[in-house]
């Protein structure tokens, strides 16, 4: 994204590096939730030059902007997980570390001019393993009476829309409907790393798998 860039996105990658400055548990956390705050002021600038992205039928363009919301949605979980950490509380910043991970992910798949954050998402791998300590991961295998396309709406494979592909700053997905249960199961890459083994039983409550600290059980 360095030829011909529109003001807009100078003004985002100008936004970008001040926030890169405070990715780190040893900043200050007023600076970093100031910097929470300033990407979220700056994702309605997004989503309004979105909006007349779309009005101009400028595909190209309303998925470079799809991209820039994955990357803010991005660099604020990464600070809040930074905050999290520093307030004690592992748990959530995990949530936003997985969070973090798959708007990075989704950046590279929006829009070609992202390919540079594959760089990214290394480091942000580098600290799950780093930072918090190996995780159980649960999946849940279920059974799916209908698939809808999210963006036409039509039965998913009767239309050309392809599931993970951004169509005019949108991604296409499947709509699950008439959901049931199959089975669950331990697993080592799971779609969704937020899914895993929080708790178990052990005599007086139950541990914490992140903490290691036994907590008393809820039904006590
Ligand atoms: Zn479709």
Partial sequence: MNNNLSPFISTFNTKVKEAEVFLSIARDSTLQ?????NLMAFRESISSEMATAIENENEDYANLLLGCTCVSSALVAELRMWLLLKEGKPDAAWDELVTAQMASVDAVRAHAGF????????????????????????????????????????????CDHL??????????????????????????????????????EVEGGSR???TWKVEPKNDA
């Fill in 163 to 200: 599931v993970g592909k951004p169509y005019m700053g949108r991604f296409c997905y499947i709509i699950a409907k008439d959901l049931s249960l199959d089975h669950v199961a331990i697993v080592e890459h799971p779609a969704d790393k937020r899914c895993r083994v929080q708790h178990f």
């Fill in 115 to 158: 390919a540079h954050l594959v760089e990214h998402n290394r480091k942000l791998e580098a600290i799950e393993h780093l930072v918090f300590p190996p995780q159980v991961f649960i999946s849940s295998g279920m059974i799916v009476g209908k698939q809808e396309c999210s963006i036409c709406g039509a039965e998913y494979g009767d």
């Fill in 33 to 37: 939730q100031e910097a929470i705050e």
């Fill in 208 to 210: 914490n798998r992140m």
